[in-house]
């Protein structure tokens, strides 16, 4: 059964640093592009950023560029969200999500991905 695990959240103070991970397990990450949602209380869940299947394209929210680094390791069949320069407004439950494709290109939709992890809690407060 296909299943992501996200790990690494926690509390940091601004300007600190977080790295996510999501792990697969009951099918290999090769065949699947990964997205990074995060979705804040009282908001809608957003798009973060996304690695293609093969890892050679990335994509991220305005938000975050400069600041957010998404890499995957498929020997270890993880995907990472290196997270600098954290601020407040980065507050959120994230979510890592899979998209069987092989398109050299993704998206920051959250229909195109059709199985989910249940979240990590990062919280960026003094």
């Known amino acids: 059964q296909l299943q992501l695990v996200e790990s690494g959240g926690g509390l940091v103070q601004p300007g600190g640093s977080l790295r996510l991970s999501c792990a697969a397990s009951g099918f290999t990450l090769d065949y699947y592009a990964i997205g990074w949602f995060r979705q804040a209380p009282g908001k809608e869940r957003e798009g973060v950023s996304c690695?293609?299947?093969?890892?050679?394209?990335?994509n991220y929210a305005d938000s975050v560029k400069g600041r957010f680094t998404i890499s995957r390791d498929n020997a270890k069949n993880t995907v990472y969200l290196q997270m600098n320069s954290l601020k407040p407004e980065d507050t959120a439950v994230y979510y890592c999500?899979?998209?069987?494709?092989?398109?050299?290109?993704?998206?920051?939709?959250?229909?195109?991905?059709?199985?989910w992890g249940q979240g990590t809690q990062v919280t960026v407060s003094s």
């Open positions: 690695i293609t299947s093969r890892g050679g394209n990335t």
């Open positions: 999500a899979a998209d069987r494709s092989f398109a050299p290109w993704c998206r920051l939709l959250s229909s195109y991905f059709g199985s």
